[in-house]
């Protein structure tokens, strides 16, 4: 990589990480893509331009990445090119004649409340990491958290007499979430607990492993993927699943999607609406099942 796309990218990245509070994975993932752009020949200067944007995208789709996967490809060129018109590094912004290929609206998948308790109850309480794993389950489905929000939680954000959580969400934006009083109560349990992990360091997050660490997102899936495997009816469930149950049985016992959203951490309603969806389709299916004009 040349001296002058080295030092554009390290600018974009700083950008993106200081100047618009990007989540780390999301700046990893734009830097390792615009890396690879000019590995592959491309370039952040005056080379830049709607052809070779074009051209990397078709050698990438011709590997077998996915609509999706492009569509976010495009996301991360329209964020650059914009970003060199702003800082004056160009009068041009190309990108804008790129257009992202169609996604299919893939709706998110659910369980049902028995399929939801039966993982809850399949941890073994009678040690203290069955605790601490059944606490985590509890409170993705009953704060809808991201694994990633609920491995950095923080203890001191965490206030078991009020009902709530501080979560720091995607772009660093806070929340303050409401934690339902069976989920206060196993994450109490847990914090009792929880010096017992607690090594030379306590690194101050809610979850730590055995050995005193902060969890990671993959010890969340971990955790998860126990559970599910213990409790068959859930099979194929992730954490995010129990993020979408939580939002799905919300809709459905008449909550309203802006508040929904706030709960979710969502910056706009569009990312929420896609759980109106599947209330519908269980309306459209209880219509199907109980209206006389529902049955052929």
Not at 5 to 10: V, Y
Not at 92 to 99: F, K
Not at 212 to 233: F, H, Y
Request: aromatic share 8%; net charge positive; glycine share 10%.
């Amino acid at each position: 990589m040349q001296e002058e796309d080295r030092l554009i990218l390290e600018s974009f990245r700083d950008e993106l990480s200081y100047g618009r509070g990007l989540s780390p994975i999301t700046v990893n993932a734009y830097t390792a893509q615009m890396t690879d752009f000019v590995n592959s020949g491309g370039s952040l200067n005056k080379g830049f331009s709607v052809r070779s944007m074009r051209e990397f995208l078709m050698q990438r789709a011709s590997t077998g990445l996915s609509p999706r996967t492009i569509a976010r490809m495009v996301s991360c060129f329209h964020t650059f090119s914009s970003w060199l018109v702003e800082t004056g590094r160009s009068e041009v912004d190309h990108a804008q004649l790129l257009q992202p290929p169609k996604v299919p609206c893939n709706l998110p998948g659910f369980l049902g409340i028995s399929e939801v308790k039966s993982v809850l109850n399949s941890y073994d309480l009678s040690v203290s990491r069955g605790i601490r794993n059944r606490a985590v389950v509890e409170l993705l489905y009953g704060a809808g958290l991201r694994a990633a929000e609920a491995a950095s939680l923080l203890l001191h954000n965490t206030d078991i007499t009020e009902g709530t959580v501080k979560v720091m969400g995607k772009g660093r934006r806070e929340r303050i979430v409401p934690v339902p009083a069976g989920t206060a109560e196993y994450l109490d349990k847990w914090i009792h607990k929880r010096f017992e992990f607690v090594s030379n360091e306590d690194p101050g997050t809610l979850f730590i492993s055995v050995r005193g660490r902060k969890l990671d997102p993959r010890d969340i899936r971990r955790i998860v993927s126990a559970g599910v495997e213990r409790a068959a009816r859930a099979a194929g469930a992730t954490p995010h699943t129990f993020r979408h149950s939580f939002a799905t049985h919300l809709l459905n016992g008449g909550a309203d999607i802006r508040t929904v959203q706030e709960l979710l951490g969502h910056a706009g309603i569009g990312t929420t609406q896609i759980y109106t969806h599947l209330t519908t389709e269980k309306l459209k299916g209880i219509y199907m099942q109980s209206h006389p004009r529902g049955k052929k």
